[in-house]
């Protein structure tokens, strides 16, 4: 991280005062935003000596484009950050650069799964699994093969990647890749190896991240993304909660309340806590624009809650809607048939229908046209509708090279 943060500022000497090449300056935000250093990462790409001598090559534009996905993904904004990566892929694409790809493969398939378009998630996989056996993984195979498994688990099981998950944690190479860049990856890893009944891989995943939070004291997003794992390894509610306050990424925030809940309502008596944390993590999976962890959450809420749970909507017509009127109005709103939404929720086309009809009387729209232009606002005027969570800047423990940037 110092020698790129080094790299990225403005070369002094003898000579007059020369800028860092645009592309120190990506790679150094695309570094911070592998550690959640969000802002400091938007202020390269933004400030006034970037927008002065902006990049020209088609590769650099991409690049950029591609930087701007991982930090709009890491916040949350999934619209803004597929937006992001498909101009970033048209530009690689344009300029007959293979190593670029992947990296916009990787975002689109997070995305696409999160927002329950599993089609476009598994197109993604399958484009990042020919990139591996071609070799343009441009250095990162092991976000490769997660992105992959993230998208074909959501289709098939837990079951049908162990095989991808055992060859992440049996190779060490891979295993530093995928964490190091992805540390909220750790948890997943350990969720899946406790669903397969798979103490090894948990524990596999729990032993890297502790020791990578070691080597990397500096960086809250690691030490947060180790405490989770490690909590939720042991079955403990306080230090997966203690871990949620620490995530700086907001998806891996409400992963870990949700990791939170399950563990308090094993137990009787904490049953009312293990509801309020489940509604937190609907709440933080709502804002992070992660409909498939939504519908899920609030599947389990029911099953907690006598009075239905899901996140504090009442003030807004998506409130009105059942989970699964709520994830047909998100598939639909995506412009997907009655065929292709019944396939992903698992119903008929007929039943697609009949859960359209009361969606349309519900939200007060009169057609799939009007409920797509308007679906976007209505779940902008419910997260408005809550109060606003303050953003928390990365705690940094560097040096003044780093510090000047990420300060």
């Not at 530093?176 to 750790?186: E, F, I, M, T, Y």
């Not at 070691?214 to 180790?226: G, T």
């Not at 399950?262 to 489940?278: N, Y």
């Amino acid at each position: 991280m110092e020698l790129a943060a080094a790299a990225s500022e403005p070369a002094r000497g003898e000579r007059p005062v020369r800028d860092a090449p645009p592309e120190a300056r990506i790679w150094y935000a695309t570094l911070l935003t592998r550690v959640r250093g969000l802002r400091p990462a938007e202020r390269l790409l933004t400030g006034e000596e970037t927008a002065a001598h902006g990049p020209h090559r088609p590769e650099t534009q991409a690049a950029r484009l591609l930087c701007e996905a991982e930090i709009h993904l890491a916040g949350g904004r999934l619209t803004e950050a597929t937006t992001a990566a498909e101009a970033g892929l048209r530009l690689a694409s344009q300029a007959g650069n293979r190593g670029l790809p992947p990296r916009g493969h990787v975002v689109m398939a997070v995305c696409s799964v999160r927002s329950l378009d599993l089609t476009t998630g598994l197109l993604y996989a399958n484009r990042l699994r020919d990139a591996a056996l071609l070799g343009q993984e441009n250095l990162m195979p092991g976000q490769c093969v997660w992105a992959a498994a993230q998208a074909l688990e959501a289709r098939d099981g837990m079951e049908s990647v162990a095989h991808l998950l055992k060859g992440i944690l049996h190779d060490d190479v891979l295993t530093r890749d995928l964490l190091v860049s992805q540390p909220a990856a750790a948890s997943w890893l350990v969720r899946a190896g406790q669903r397969l009944g798979d103490a090894d891989l948990a524990e596999r995943a729990v032993r890297t991240m502790s020791r990578l939070a070691l080597m990397n004291r500096s960086f809250r997003s690691v030490q947060a993304a180790a405490e989770h794992a490690a909590g939720l390894y042991a079955r403990d509610a306080d230090a997966l909660e203690a871990a949620s306050e620490r995530h700086l990424d907001p998806w891996a925030r409400a992963s870990a309340l949700e990791d939170a809940s399950r563990v308090r309502s094993a137990r009787v008596p904490e049953r009312d806590q293990a509801v309020d944390l489940l509604r937190r993590a609907a709440d933080a999976y709502l804002g992070a624009g992660a409909s498939r962890d939504l519908a899920r959450v609030q599947s389990r809420l029911r099953e907690l809650d006598d009075h239905g749970g899901r996140p504090a909507r009442s003030r807004t017509r998506v409130s009105r809607l059942t989970d699964t009127e709520f994830a047909v109005a998100e598939l639909v709103s995506q412009g997907l048939t009655n065929g292709r939404v019944g396939s992903q929720l698992y119903i008929s086309p007929h039943t697609v229908a009949f859960h359209l009809k009361k969606i349309f009387r519900k939200l007060d729209v009169t057609s799939r046209v009007e409920l797509a232009r308007s679906w976007n606002r209505i779940l902008v005027e419910e997260r408005d509708d809550r109060p606003a969570e303050p953003e928390s800047e990365p705690q940094f423990l560097v040096g003044p090279s780093m510090a000047r940037q990420a300060g």
